[in-house]
């Protein structure tokens, strides 16, 4: 019986800056299957680090193919490349659930028209675009590493674009998190979900406070798979207070709809 | 269940300023039950900030601080021991505090981020550490390389050198995942076999943990929390999958490691 429907904070392939064990399709089936995480909409790891992305979505799509069943691809679009509205019918002729983009990695500021066009495009398919605040603590970047966290305005400028969009933000903190939905009007509210994977857990207990205050239904279950421990997002439910312990998390794939 | 000794917890008083300081307590005793927490190993780090910088208490913030420690000790027995927090630029306070709550029952000493780990003001905290056969505890940023405000940061290499010139004291080296390059504290501390890092911090990633094996072995890690309770539990759920450690060397981790660098009868174990 798996605990969790879905995990939109997953990746496959090398990452530039540190050797990450195993970040193989076949190691995260073990993970999910240890983790009881039933499906995961899987990006490519080096796909920020490059402008364009058409290699890695080929490559992300060609490591998934044998293994659809459980694991979907979510590709990356850059939307400052000519052309990326072909990179979006391609993903989701593909059978993409969702897709990926990097704005800081590429210099997208809020403003930007491609940005909008791209959340506006994916979501008339029905299709959530992935957000990333981070990939690593700031504290510990390769000095190579200066792209920065994503900010928070980014999220609240797409989210307030127009009713079909839909986010999902990962490795966002509290503070990132109550600040764009506080921004936002109750129904451009309920076109962002949160993944859990940065959230702290006890004594401060920042995940109890945002279900308590947000509602637990605006997060899913994610874990940065193969950056972070898998282990970390599952600990951070068990030592919720026991009036959370049963608190229902939202389902990506319902915040397609 | 074995025993499971947080070797770096921090509890907050009436005096840091914040309303909800005893909800935080609480939840850390909630958290800690669930895990199967044993004994937390804490201190309070002065005012947290109110009256004076959390990294540079005034000896005020600092007695205060380790009367609330004391106090929590008093209160919770064996679950709670006490690392007694000190400001080595103000010696004679620290000395008279080292004093005062070993007196009291306090197990070890916290040093924060106040002076450089190298810096001889550090010597006289540490010959009184060896006297009294007490573990310190020292903030570490992984790799510094730059400053950071509101800290005197020391990195692995910072601590090296100050457990070599002590060699008898067991120092804990904080959080391999509290930020910056653990990497470059495992390759510091490799050859330091009184430099035991604790494996608390916020950090998650995959691959710390296996670093920390291969340079220092299971016998010089030890478990702890810190800050974020949930990713403590999630590295000590990992070990076992690194495929480095027996079941006695988890063991080691959580908790034989600590009875072996603290005094005799630290622990109530049963």
Known sequence: MSRFPVDPSVFVGPYPFRD?????????LRVMEREGIAH????????????????????LLALLAPHRALLSPAPAINPDVVGWERELAAAIDAGAPAIRTYPPHWGLTPEHIGLHALALAAGERNCPLVLTVRFEDLRQRDARDTAGDLIPQVVRTLARLAPAVRLIVCAAGKDFIEEVHWGLTPEEQRRVIWDISWIWGPPEDHLAKLFRTLGSERFVFGSAWPLRLVQSPVANLELLPDELTHAPLANPSSHAD | MSPLIDAHAHFLHAGCGRTDWRDVNAARFRAGAKMGITCHVASVLGSYGFTSPTYF?????????????????????????????????????????????????????????????????????????????????????????????NQEISDGADLAVLARRHPTVHFIL???????????????VRDVPNILPDISGSGVDRGMLDGALKAVGAQRLLFATDLTMETGLAKLRALEPTGLVSASDIEDIRWRNCVRIFRDGAFALS
């Open chain 2, 57 to 149: 208490p005034s000896p005020a913030d600092v007695t205060a601080g380790n009367d609330a420690m004391l106090a929590l000790c008093a209160e919770h027995g064996a679950l709670v021991r006490m690392m007694v927090t000190v400001n080595p630029n103000h010696t004679g306070h620290a000395l008279a505090e080292l004093e005062r709550c070993v007196a009291q029952g306090a197990i070890g000493v916290k040093l924060l981020a106040s002076r450089r780990a190298d810096d001889p003001l550090l010597d006289p905290i540490c010959d009184f550490a060896a006297k009294h056969h007490l573990p310190v505890l020292h903030h570490i940023w992984q790799h510094r390389t730059r400053h950071w405000h």
């Open chain 2, 174 to 188: 904080a959080h391999i995942g509290g930020g910056g390059d653990y990497r470059h504290t495992f390759g510091a």
């Open chain 1, 40 to 59: 995961a909409w899987v990006g490519h790891l080096s796909a920020p680090f490059e402008r364009e992305t058409t290699r890695c979505n080929a490559e």
């Open chain 1, 20 to 28: 990450v064990p195993h970040p193989e399709p076949e190691y995260l």
